[in-house]
């Protein structure tokens, strides 16, 4: 492609980056860099440069690719983006990462409708009454000031999403400046207990996964293809484990009680009773047979008729993975989110790490991460502790001033915690954002953000795979709307506000980036390189590839402590186990404003636009519902309505509603579609860290007597093939896959 | 192109593929997905949507089955009589087959669709009239009826978002038939390019935006004729003939332990996409 061919040119002449963006057409960039002095696109009309004299590497016609790190989740993915004629057009994976190796999933691809969201906000917003009023940045900053004046430390919160890099290190210098304590990073959905789990048994929180070197992967709900940790990278490593080695395919078990887009790719797919993972990991390493000492000690009890009452797995089916376990080493076994999201959920990723353990896997598909040599930029990793932490502070009217950026609590928090109620508490809240989300709407002042594809930044991925890297996120285009800011710009604003002399070297954070790099070139592997040329390569590079340094792995899952709670009794007042499903592209909702992602079937259910309920149909049947019966669902908490979908792949003792719709504010794509199971969910924590059990919440649904027309890609032929054989399928034993290419 | 111009000049614009009147010569576009490899994640669909400025129709569209989609991925279960889809759904991607005797294009009373030197089924969007004949003739339902002008409708592409479409591909208007082109604008300037260089584009050297975005390799595209084309490779070592509506391989008394097949093939179209079944262990 003509397009590829301009990237290599490229690659060898190293140029300024800041004339670029000053050539995309407008001369204002320079300026907008420097965060301050609002330029629109329309100033400096007049001074835009002619094609006839543009630079060599502009060529109208032909996209330029740029690199860039993805921002759509925390996975760390490079990306290469199309530029042409200044604007960002598609994005592209960046081939040399080890990360992604050039692929993207869609969630990626929709960074471009982030950018080109019509429902970004624009100008900083002033709340008055129930409207927001714009305001000039300088009243901005002045405001904050005066609302900090006299705060103390205890009284001031910052919650945020999950940050790394430059910004974390900035944002915590800030909060030290403010000489608060209270910041709470917070993710909605994170594998929070299974890092707690895993420093326990392996000494690390998050090891490196081999999935190409397995031969077995047994996966306890664990989405690693779909929304699990950094599922392009795995999709890539599954794609050589199911070619295998001399043509001996890799198997994958997947054991959840609601199908994953991980469990639809399976060999074998087991419907376990909700919550009973950790019994079917002892039943299996009973009948291996191969542990000893208190572990075989541990294990007595799990002989097979016992697990199969308590999992509903067949005694037949424990048989076979064991003896498939016994035949094919190494293998991988893992906890997911279906493992960890209950009471016991410790213990259930506990008995998942001793498998692996007396399978002989640790250090085998189980490697010791690397990490990079800065501490300080290694990413801070949200939980769900931190805002309950944050909700009951909120609770006890202890924040005067409370900051919010990347995270959404309003929508994501669970409805027990009444979390809007208390963040109204708060004496003054402000918002760093994107739209007007829902946590937004309750700010009283809202400060509009670049998008990822305007901002500058540094990122470094929990999850590394060979070697570390440290990733650059650079603008793709200019800025779209004249008067968003970067979130690196606007805390650097605030930090000069407290410590004006330090900071006074910066004139924006495009400069604290570049000299934060520069001063530490020697180990980023630019030692005796002059800086400009060290610079522009790393922007052109897109990534900062390092030695990294190597944390052991230990062995010590272990037998101490572990008990699994006997099998939970049933509800009658609330029958059914409530299980949020987590999807590819909408996770936790932060981007269900992007058309694509609303518009790109749900892969099991293929359905669009708008939530579901999922039953089995058995249960269905039983309840005398059908497809499209608006149900509710209700909790001890509250309930939502929605539109009923039978899917098989689902336990009957349990239904499952996708998070990430149900929006009630996030623009013209988001708004009014779906409902939020977030708003049923009980507060339940898990035992050992105290992480929200978001698998515990019970609930019971009835018919309301309204039926809709389920909106999905799904023929009128359901799931049927009709005997044709369209997608075509064989088992092993009947394929050579040695002969393949 | 008039009416007696077109009638003179029929058995140009529908030469019979794929005999031999029209040798493939340099080129013939093909594809082979394997569906072991295919997770079903749908990135290959949004990557399409962002390469071919593909509308995005919304829900009461949608609902009407007036979805756009050039690349979709279907997804089966059809184990009759078992509780759970205990071997996992079965997931396949499915765009134009870009038939080489392709029933949507002898049904075209203005030969809007036609058959391009390089193997593809193409469509003229400044020609078609919306009979939408071409639709109800394609076995694998992959063609799609602007059923709204879709560039000017404020909730498909509000202004900002305008800026995102791709200016190599057209955007297009009501009453218009489309579908997947196998990214003929990434093919064509690569074609240039070679051609400019006085050679045949280089296996690698231009892919489609599905396979560039797929996570997991399981698609690969590339010059048929080309024998040192993965695709090319793989089509020979499956044993799956372009030319034929019934491989040799599937006629043998042993079963073939060969996964390669085309869809309906039954039906003479001679699509130019082979796929690889899906494999399930036999041992769990």
Same mark, same amino acid.
């Given at each position: 492609m003509i397009d590829s061919g301009s990237v290599k040119q490229m690659a060898g002449h190293p140029f300024d980056r800041r004339d670029f963006l000053k050539v995309l057409?407008?001369?204002?960039a320079a300026v907008a860099l420097s965060g301050c002095g609002n330029t629109s696109?329309?100033?400096? %009309?007049?001074?835009?440069? =002619?094609y006839v004299e543009a +630079?060599?590497?502009?060529?109208?016609g032909v996209g330029v690719y740029f690199n860039s790190t993805c921002?759509?989740?925390? @996975?760390g993915c490079s990306i290469n983006g199309r530029v042409r004629e200044g604007r960002v057009l598609k994005l592209e994976g960046n081939?040399? =990462?080890?990360?992604n190796k050039g692929r993207l999933c869609g969630l990626g691809q929709a960074g471009v409708q982030h950018h080109y +969201?019509?429902?970004?906000?624009r100008e900083p917003l002033l709340r008055n009454g129930n409207k927001g009023e714009a305001i000039s940045w300088e009243k901005a900053y002045a405001l904050i000031a005066e609302k900090l004046a006299?705060?103390?430390? *205890? *009284?001031i919160a910052f919650l945020s999403g999950g940050v790394s890099g430059h910004l974390k290190v900035l944002l915590g210098n800030y909060l030290d400046s403010l000489g608060t304590k209270n910041h709470f990073v917070y *993710?909605?959905?994170?594998p929070s207990v299974v890092r707690a789990a895993n420093l326990k048994a392996f000494g690390v929180e998050m090891p490196r996964y081999r999935f190409d070197k397995a031969q077995v992967v047994l996966s306890f709900g664990a989405d690693f293809l779909g929304s699990w940790v950094s599922p392009v990278h795995f999709s890539q490593q599954y794609a050589q484990f199911r070619k295998?080695? +001399?043509?001996q395919r890799g198997v994958l078990i997947q054991v959840e009680s609601k199908m994953t887009l991980t469990g639809a790719n399976a060999d074998r797919w087991l419907a376990v009773k909700p919550g009973t993972e950790g019994v079917l990991a002892l039943g299996i390493i009973n009948a291996l047979g191969m542990a000893t000492g208190e572990v075989a000690e541990l294990v007595k009890g799990y002989d097979k008729a016992r697990v199969s009452r308590e999992t509903g797995v067949s005694t037949g089916q424990i048989d076979k993975i064991a003896a498939l376990l016994k035949l094919r080493s190494p293998s991988l076994v893992l906890a997911g989110n279906a493992a960890e999201g209950y009471a016991h959920g410790s213990q259930n990723a506990a008995a998942i790490n001793l498998l692996n353990q007396v399978l002989g896997n640790v250090g085998k598909t189980i490697e010791a991460p690397v990490s990079v040599p800065f501490p300080q930029m290694v990413p801070s990793k949200g939980n769900t502790v931190a805002l309950k932490n944050m909700n009951d502070g909120l609770a006890a009217g202890k924040y005067k001033v409370v900051f919010n950026f990347a995270a959404n609590p309003v929508f994501?928090?669970?409805?027990?915690?009444?979390f809007k109620d208390n963040f109204a508490k708060a004496g003054f809240k402000v918002a760093f954002a994107h739209y007007l989300d829902e946590t937004a709407l309750q700010a009283d002042l809202v400060l509009p953000l670049d998008s990822a594809l305007e901002d500058w930044g540094t990122q470094v991925p929990e999850y590394m795979t060979e070697g570390a890297q440290i990733n650059i996120q650079q603008p793709?285009?200019?800025?779209?709307? @004249?008067n968003t800011r970067g979130m690196g710009d606007i805390l650097l604003g605030l930090i000069k506000q407290k410590k004006a002399d330090e900071y006074k070297?910066?004139?924006d954070y495009y400069a604290y980036l570049r000299g934060a790099v520069l001063q530490n070139k020697g180990a980023l592997g630019?030692?005796?390189?002059?800086d400009d040329t060290f610079w522009n390569d790393t922007l052109t590079q897109g990534i900062v590839k390092l030695a990294g340094t190597t944390t052991s792995l230990a062995a #010590?899952? =272990?037998? @101490?402590?572990?008990v699994l709670p006997a099998a939970a009794e049933a509800d009658e007042h609330f029958p059914l186990h409530l299980i949020p499903g987590v999807t590819a592209s909408l %996770?936790?909702?932060? #981007?269900? +404003?992007q058309p694509w992602l609303q518009e790109s079937?749900?892969?099991?259910?293929?359905?669009?636009?708008d939530s579901w309920v999922e039953i089995h149909p058995k249960k269905a049947a039983e309840l005398g519902i059908v497809e499209g019966d608006i149900v509710q669902v209700t909790s001890k908490t509250g309930s939502v309505k929605a539109q009923v979908y039978l899917f098989p792949?689902?336990?009957?003792e349990a239904i499952s509603i996708p998070v990430g719709?149900? #929006?009630?504010?996030?623009?013209r794509y988001a708004k009014g579609y779906g409902v939020n199971p977030f708003q049923i969910?009980?507060?339940?924590?898990?035992?050992?860290?105290?992480?929200?059990?978001?698998?515990e919440t019970r609930v019971k649904i009835s018919k309301t007597g309204q039926r809709v027309l389920v909106v999905k890609? *799904?023929? =009128?032929?359901?799931?049927?093939?009709?005997? %044709?054989?369209?997608a075509g399928r064989v088992s092993t034993d009947q394929v050579d896959l040695s002969k393949e290419v | 192109m008039s009416v007696s111009n077109l009638l003179e000049n029929w058995a140009q614009v529908r030469?019979?593929?794929?005999?031999?009147?029209?040798?493939h010569d340099p080129y013939k576009w093909a594809m082979a997905i394997d569906l072991d490899a295919?997770?079903?994640?749908n990135a290959c669909s949004i990557a399409c949507y962002a390469e071919n400025?593909?509308? /995005?129709?919304g829900k009461e569209r949608f609902q009407h089955g007036?979805?756009?989609?050039?690349m979709r991925v279907e997804r089966y279960w059809d184990?009759?009589?078992?509780?759970?889809p205990d071997q996992g759904f079965q997931f396949l991607p499915m765009?134009?087959?870009?038939?080489? !005797? !392709?029933?949507c294009e002898t049904v075209c009373p203005v030969a809007a669709t036609n058959h391009t030197a390089d193997g593809l089924n193409s469509q003229i969007y400044n020609r078609c009239?919306?009979?939408?004949y071409c639709s109800a003739n394609c076995?694998?339902? /992959?063609r799609y009826f602007n059923?709204?002008?879709?560039?000017?409708d404020e909730m498909v592409w509000p202004a900002e978002m305008?800026?995102?479409?791709?200016?190599d591909v057209s955007v297009r208007s009501k009453g218009v038939m489309e579908k997947c082109t196998f990214c003929v604008q990434r093919l064509s300037a690569a074609k240039v390019k070679a051609k400019g260089e006085g050679r045949i584009v280089a296996e690698g050297e231009v892919q489609t935006a599905c396979q560039q975005a797929c996570p997991t390799s399981a698609i690969s595209f590339g010059?048929?004729?080309?024998?040192?084309?993965r695709v090319h490779k793989q089509w020979a070592a499956q044993q799956?003939?372009?030319?034929?509506?019934?491989q040799a391989k599937n006629e043998e008394e042993e079963a073939s332990e060969l996964r390669g097949y085309r869809i309906l093939e039954e039906l003479r179209a001679y699509p130019s996409v082979m796929y690889l079944e899906r494999v399930r262990e036999s041992a769990v």
């Open positions: 057409g407008w001369s204002g696109v329309e100033d400096g %009309r007049e001074t835009v440069v =002619s +630079n060599d590497y502009m060529v109208p921002a759509q989740c925390d @996975a081939p040399d =990462s080890a990360i +969201n019509p429902d970004r906000v006299g705060v103390s430390g *205890e *009284e *993710e909605a959905i994170a295998g080695v +001399n043509g994501t928090a669970p409805g027990a915690f009444k793709l285009m200019e800025r779209l709307h @004249a070297g910066f004139e630019g030692g005796g390189v002059e #010590h899952a =272990s037998a @101490a402590g572990l %996770r936790d909702g932060r #981007h269900t +404003n079937p749900d892969p099991l259910t293929t359905i669009v636009w792949g689902i336990h009957p719709r149900g #929006h009630d504010a996030m623009g969910m009980d507060a339940v924590f898990e035992a050992a860290t105290g992480e929200l059990a978001m698998h890609d *799904e023929g =009128s032929a359901g799931a049927l093939q009709m005997g %044709r054989k369209i | 030469h019979e593929h794929p005999n031999n009147d029209k040798p295919c997770t079903g994640c400025n593909i509308p /995005v129709v007036q979805q756009m989609h050039w184990e009759d009589g078992r509780e759970f765009m134009c087959q870009q038939c080489e !005797a !392709a029933p009239i919306g009979s939408r076995p694998f339902k /992959v059923w709204y002008d879709y560039p000017t305008q800026q995102q479409m791709n200016p010059n048929l004729v080309n024998p040192d084309s799956v003939e372009l030319d034929k509506d019934k």
